[in-house]
């Protein structure tokens, strides 16, 4: 057995994943296709010990309860053949309440920390399976740059991989809207869109089409489409939770005040999109070029709260040290 640390970085969907087919298994109703980031990732280290009575989880320095790390590392210690419990611990790299600190790049850490500990030797391919089990997001974050999850039927299937690096200089802006309140799971809410939004079922069609046409306009380095396609796949998750049963929006006035910049700022000829998340914060993907008259326009409202990132690497390890 080994001690391992493993380094994973947050990704941010283009085309978004929303919504599951198979929630036990994770088997997402559409693929999806993401930017991994640089500058915000999580290190998470794995030691499993025969003389622990249970999984011990600590986050950021302070013990937390294990119980979703254990259910994963179950996966782990069920294909590596062994019993043993182990020792975790993980550390986000995220600015300070930036609202970034992601299940993509936790799991994906995990996944491949864990794994090496107990032996295993897994492709990316096999990571990204591994990780999904964990977050969905999470399978895409196994790979650095541009990544497409395929939605797949079934555990084999449902896996992401790199695409083609693009030549174009991709830029992420993240708006911190607001960083004071815990975003509302994500879980919870994308199962009740499944079952109550009357647009889930175009949000799947439309969404997939989608996914085709991001890949062909990445392809083809057409960012005005890359943009276009980002900010559409957004909105179009945000529309079908707001007409959900009960209805619900992530956003806040903030949010809206951000994409109104950027709606400006296209107006005037810059390419700059926004997509939102789990939460109220709004991401702008520019080009590089763009990015400080983008910030000039955001900063008389935002101020501060902007950080910038452009493409990450893929997960990786980072030691790897036999136990005693
Ligand atoms: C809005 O991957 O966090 O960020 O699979 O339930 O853990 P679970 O969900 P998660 O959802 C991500 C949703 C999203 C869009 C995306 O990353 O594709």
Known sequence: MK??????????????????????????YTSSVSLTLADFYTDTTVSFDPTLKADQ???????????????????????????????????????????????????AALALAGSRAAGLD?????????????????????????????????????????????????RMLVVMVDTSRKAIGSRALMANTVATSPYYPAWVTTNENAVQAMVEALAANDFAQVGHLTEQSSMQMHATILAADPA???????????????????AQGIPAYATMDAGPNVKILTLSPYVEQIKAALAPTFGERLLTTGPGPAARVLTEVPNA
């Open 57 to 107: 989880f600590h986050l950021d320095g302070i013990a937390k309860p294990a119980g979703k790390v254990s259910q994963f590392l179950d996966l782990v210690r069920h294909r590596a053949d062994i019993p043993t419990y182990a020792r975790i611990e993980s550390h986000n790299h995220v600015p300070t309440a930036a609202g970034l600190a992601s299940s993509a790049a936790a799991f």
């Open 122 to 170: 897994l492709s990316p391919s096999a990571l990204s399976r591994l990780a999904r089990r964990g977050s969905g997001s999470a399978s895409r974050s196994i790979f650095g740059d541009l990544a497409i999850w395929h939605r797949g039927h079934d555990d084999a299937s449902s896996v992401a991989e790199a695409l083609p690096p693009t030549t174009l200089p991709l």
């Open 248 to 266: 619900f929006t992530y956003w806040q006035p903030e949010t809206l005040t951000a994409w109104a910049i950027v709606k400006q700022l296209r």
């Open 3 to 28: 001690t391992v640390t493993a380094r994973a970085h947050t990704n941010i969907a283009l085309i978004k994943y929303w919504g599951k087919k198979d929630p036990d298994l994770i088997l997402p």
